[in-house]
């Protein structure tokens, strides 16, 4: 056992993860077990691998918090549109068919609350309620420009 331990042997033992011991890395390089644990004193392979194990961690980390962020970018995207196309059919459909448009509304304002993490966020909003309610103000606004509404008439109802 007269050969050299080669300055690669420390990725040799690193690469042999959980199983990872100075003798496999003696019988590897055909050197004594004391040699490798010299080496290995010498160049602190312990606390490397302590220190690769602890970066690797971090930039997994940071791949998931990406990863995490482009989710929620992508969904207050979607969010966005939907609240666009939702609004824009309110504002050209009668009360009583709109309805679909004002539940799309509740829907994304209380996704967009849980994606950005509002802890005060109510777990569910009345904008039906409250869409009603501004409706019925704009007819009775109406209604003072026209007149009271026939019986039967669209306006009269609500």
Known sequence: MTQRIPVDAFDYYYSLGPTRSYQAVAEKYGVSKRAVTKRASQERWQQRIVDLEQRARQRSDERVIETIEGMQSRHLKTLNAVFGRAIEALRNMPLESAMDAVRTIEMVIRQERLIRGDPNA????????????EYQRLLVDEDDERGPAAPGSARGHG
């Open 122 to 133: 109510p777990s569910s909003i009345d904008i039906e309620k409250l869409i009603k309610s």
